[in-house]
């Protein structure tokens, strides 16, 4: 594989998105934002106890969230789009959003507790079922795993999964009522006591993550040489399936399907880090972070009642951009 030199500024680039950080913790209301930054700057006595309560106990936990939940979608379209060796791959597309979002339908309307370790066990059953059954039957229809027949057979049963958990929800108001703001992929639901258990899901992935990303690399040389170099690839392949699924299931199980940062951070990593997958990988955490959490910043100053999803500004922020990406690449060629 070869790679092409990459600029200081494009390395750090990535890292000024953190900048930005602070915009979408204080962003909201204008007294808010207000008191937000003299409480940053000169402590924690100016601001209302009503501002202070509002931002350490919803909006920093947000932020928080929407940073870890950011995070794990750009690693797991990283990882998808290396696997599958296509460009488009992510888990929205390949229907693990909306099986992840089919295994929390059935618990909802199941006797079971709804508890943030049950959501995400059920988010990890539906996402597990939902890439089996994609991998699985484009393997025996066509013999091999193409991009083409993986995104087609992807895009068939998102819609099929999404169908099927609409006729649920139907046979359950109060089911429909409890999750549907959740459905769209929004962050405004998340609460305190989700950051421990998110966090201890989504850290040790992107850990595992990391170190999938050279047995990776040599899976993309080719099995004949992956195994010439002590690889198995069925394990390497089951191993980044397994940390993709993880990464899914627990964003999707405190957020819902999220769309998009699994589509364009990867590519917006590539751009900017080289085709390393070590650097692809960190850039997409970092990037995937900062995107969602500022997308998130700017549907609270756009509307301050909350109702629209994150995934709205994420498509008004990255769609033009990765227009522009795909008429630059298609030039290049």
Known sequence: MTTRPVSPWRRWLPLAVLLLLPLALLLGGDNL???????????????????????????????????LIGAALGTAGCLLQRLTHNPLASPGLLGLN??????????????????????CLAALGGAAL???????VVRLATGRLAADSLLLFGALLSTLLGGLGTMLLLLDQHA??????????SLSLVVPAQLPPLAALVFPALLLA???????????????????????????????????????????AVSGPILFVGLVVPHMARFWLGERLHRQLIGSMVLGAGLLAAADGLVLAVDEQDRLPPGMALALLGV????WLVRRRYLER
């Open 210 to 252: 990391l170190l999938c990303g050279r047995p990776l690399e040599i899976l993309e040389t080719g099995g004949d040489t992956a195994r010439s170099l002590g690889l198995n690839p069925v394990l390497v392949l089951l191993a980044v399936s397994a940390v993709v699924l993880l990464l899914t299931a627990a964003s999707v």
């Open 33 to 67: 934002a207000g008191s937000g930054w003299r409480w940053l700057l000169g402590g924690g006595e100016a601001m209302s106890p009503v501002d202070y309560l509002v931002l350490t106990e919803l909006r920093l936990p947000r932020l928080l969230a929407a940073l």
């Open 130 to 136: 939902a890439m089996v059954l994609v991998f699985g």
């Open 320 to 323: 033009p951009w990765f227009l």
């Open 176 to 185: 429909l009522d409890v999750i549907r703001f959740w459905l769209a992929g």
């Open 98 to 119: 909306q099986g992840a979002a089919l295994g929390l339908v059935c618990l909802l309307i199941s006797p079971l507790p709804f508890t943030l370790w049950h959501a």
